[in-house]
């Protein structure tokens, strides 16, 4: 008798059989790698990912005997001796991987070639008396390659095998040793009774909609939406104007399309957590709260209402894992990290992306510096995955010239310009060259005003030049995001009411934040980000036209970064030649001239070259890609902010029970991101302290933390002393 699994009962009875275990996960596998025509290659990494288990080594570990040993080795190597390169390889990355993550398949010193060429493996081969592997030496994967890169569309295939290999073998494993944590999965209701739903909403909020212009158009928007949710699954772009309504225009197409075609399930991939959050809190009305996933760092489930809150937690917890719920709502982050990554716990989810619709709302934000691996990445699962992907936002960024023709987006609207034009609430003014003196001076003559600049720094010192009034506010990624959001809801209350208000605020206001000034300031930048604070400015149209001054900092602490400075110039050339900076010729120009610009930069880690480099020994560095694949560079350090009663709390519980996993969530709303050489300053100065060897702690936060600016600057003095400013 063979075993995969043991329980704590000696006489076995109750054991897993290692023949049941292989069987059941080559049967998962294969049917959701059917879903894009891989299921002989998951049903064949299934049966042999554990085949290591047949070691007599291992069988006595699983009767208590205290020794490692490798499993996961033997069946890569069975493989490599049973088929040919191609479909050895792809079997090779996925097994070796299932516990440790996909490997570079490196050289004889390192890597997967060096895993493999290991002589002094347990002997595994009483296998062969339970398990016949299958013969996949005529099997060979349909693949379309885009823009000639077969390295990336194998490298991809492999990824999504592996999800469907490492997602098999958990569900299977927690079947047998965690029967009632399963049993919660994959409860939810059919899209059938989602789209009663969602018509349902839809006819009431329409029929009640005040009869004018603007609610005309929404409608028609929402109406091309469905229409075009006809057409074959492919990539569209859908261009609709702040304020358009285009959040539930895009579910609507989404739900038809998905009706329409078959799919499985419906992503929205968001740049902002606080634009993540009020769509999130739309579909959770509309869907019912066990449909909808918000998957991203800030979200804890604990804040979910429900009647059976433990079980509702645990539930979007387990659909967290894999994506097996109907609709996902996730970052950028989230979602392009992962498609990048190697690890098992993120590309786990990935086979779930097939077969779907995925929205990519304010698309313009896709990261500039990885935007071609991006683009590869969803033209694939287009391509040979059946997606479709739908690029959504108003300033639709020109991305034809880097796209393969097959998969260049279909506009669902019939008539963006004329959009545009109906929807225009702004008109926008070159200031040029501007000091904070005369700056300050014109914000104080606005009784409410929102002034956007590029710097935390210049945040300050402007808010300090305004400041001696309660009327008077700050906002920047130096404050907590339970912090900011008490902010918001003072600034907000203030334009309600009529009362002054004047803010200053980095750009962290620009997406996602639903507030309406009469007249925004913007700092020179790109004109992406001019259309984002435009946004915030006469947003719900109750002025014939809302004013945007554009201005030029002649500040040193204004001065940006050599990428702002490069999109500003960009920016700046467009001012220059368009009367109209905002139109849509205007914002593709720019958008166009800024790709010409950045050129190789577009892919700054080099991530699409390095999977072509080895292609014919199908030789791919998944590691490598993974540490370089980070859309976040990775020199800050997070500080918890004991900002309320609440954080202290949960920072006294860590202390005490010393397990700080259960609050990991929950601590994301009280948590800042400081540079590296900020951190260490603190630290010398004791004003950062650890718990739990995880989390970082600000120490006696009125001291370094202000209820107006949030964490104060450190400046040097002189060697010994370290002076708040």
């Not at 079980?311 to 989230?334: G, R, Y």
Request: charge should be neutral; proline fraction near 3%; glycine fraction near 6%.
């Amino acid at each position: 008798m063979y075993y995969a699994h043991s329980t704590d009962r000696q006489d076995k009875s109750d054991w897993q059989f290692l023949k049941d275990h292989l069987e059941n996960v080559a049967n998962i596998a294969s049917g959701f790698s059917r879903e894009f025509n891989a299921e002989q290659f998951g049903y064949a990494s299934g049966l042999l990912h554990d085949i290591g288990k047949y070691s007599p080594e291992f069988q006595r570990r699983l009767d208590g005997t205290n020794i490692r040993v490798d499993h996961s080795t033997a069946g890569a190597q069975e493989a490599r001796k049973l088929y040919g390169i191609f479909q050895s390889r792809i079997l090779e990355y996925i097994i070796t991987g299932h516990h440790g993550g996909l490997l570079n398949y490196g050289t004889k010193e390192c890597g997967l070639d060096e895993r493999l060429s290991r002589s002094f493996l347990p002997d595994y081969s009483a296998y062969k008396s339970e398990i016949l592997a299958p013969d996949l030496n005529k099997v060979r994967p349909s693949l379309t390659p885009i823009n000639n890169k077969m390295g990336f569309a194998i490298s991809f295939y492999t990824r999504m095998l592996f999800s469907c290999l490492v997602d098999a073998d958990f569900l299977d494993t927690e079947r047998f040793l965690s029967p009632d944590k399963s049993s919660l999965r994959g409860q939810y209701e059919s899209f059938n009774k989602l789209f009663t739903k969602f018509d349902y909403y839809m006819k009431i909020k329409l029929s009640t909609a005040e009869e004018n212009l603007i609610n005309r158009y929404r409608r028609e928007i929402y109406e091309q939406c469905i229409e075009k949710a006809e057409l074959p699954p492919q990539m569209f772009s859908l261009t609709v104007p702040t304020g358009g309504g285009k959040t539930l225009s895009s579910m609507a197409f989404a739900l038809n399309h998905l009706k329409k075609h078959n799919l499985n399930r419906i992503l929205y991939v968001i740049p902002y957590t606080s634009i993540i959050e009020q769509n999130a809190d739309v579909f959770r009305d509309i869907f019912g709260n066990k449909n909808v996933l918000e998957h991203h760092s800030n979200y804890d489930p604990k804040n979910e209402k429900s009647e059976n809150t433990d079980t509702a937690q645990e539930k979007l917890k387990l659909s967290s894992e894999n994506w097996d719920i109907p609709i996902i709502v996730t970052t950028n982050v989230q979602f392009f990290e992962s498609l990048f990554s190697n690890r098992v716990s993120r590309c786990r989810k990935l086979h779930n992306l097939a077969k779907s619709v995925i929205i990519l709302d304010e698309a313009q934000m896709l990261p500039t510096g990885f935007l071609k691996p991006c683009l590869s990445a969803l033209s694939e699962l287009v391509v040979n995955y059946g997606s479709t992907i739908v690029i959504c936002t108003a300033t639709q960024p020109n991305l034809n010239g880097l796209l393969d023709e097959s998969v260049r987006p279909v506009e669902i609207m019939r008539s963006p310009q004329e959009l545009y034009e109906v929807f225009r609430r702004v008109h926008v003014t070159d200031l040029g060259d501007m000091a904070d003196t005369n700056l300050s001076a014109r914000l104080n003559a606005h009784k409410q005003v929102l002034c956007i600049v590029n710097t935390r720094k210049h945040a300050q010192k402007l808010y300090e030049q305004l400041s001696g009034s309660e009327s008077c506010y700050h906002l920047s990624a130096r404050m907590c995001p339970v912090h900011r959001r008490m902010k918001l809801k003072k600034i907000k209350d203030r334009l309600r009411t009529g009362d002054e208000c004047r803010v200053v605020s980095t750009q962290l206001i620009e997406a996602g934040v639903d507030i309406d000034f009469p007249a925004v300031y913007r700092a020179k930048t790109g004109i992406d980000s001019v259309c984002q604070a435009s946004g915030r400015c006469n947003r719900e149209g109750k002025l014939d036209s809302g004013e945007v001054y554009v201005f030029r900092s002649t500040e040193d602490y204004g001065k940006v970064t050599s990428w702002q400075s490069r999109v500003a110039e960009i920016g700046s050339m467009i001012f220059d030649e368009w009367d109209d900076p905002l139109s849509l010729p205007a914002v593709g120009r720019y958008f166009e001239r800024l790709y010409s610009y950045e050129g190789d930069g577009l892919d700054k880690k080099r991530i699409l070259p390095s999977f072509e480099e080895r292609l014919r020994e199908i030789a791919f560095p998944f590691e490598d890609v993974a540490e370089k694949f980070n859309l976040i560079e990775n020199n800050t350090r997070d500080v918890i902010i004991p900002y309320d009663d609440k954080a202290r709390s949960i920072i006294k519980q860590i202390q005490q029970t010393g397990f700080p996993g259960n609050y990991v969530r929950s601590l994301q709303g009280y948590t800042i991101s400081i540079y590296l050489e900020e951190f260490k300053a603190l630290e010398r100065i004791n004003a950062i302290s650890s718990i739990a060897d995880r989390f970082f702690v600000l120490e006696d936060g009125r001291n370094y933390y202000s209820e107006n600016i949030g964490l104060l600057n450190l400046k040097n003095i002189d060697e010994n002393s370290l002076i708040i400013i």
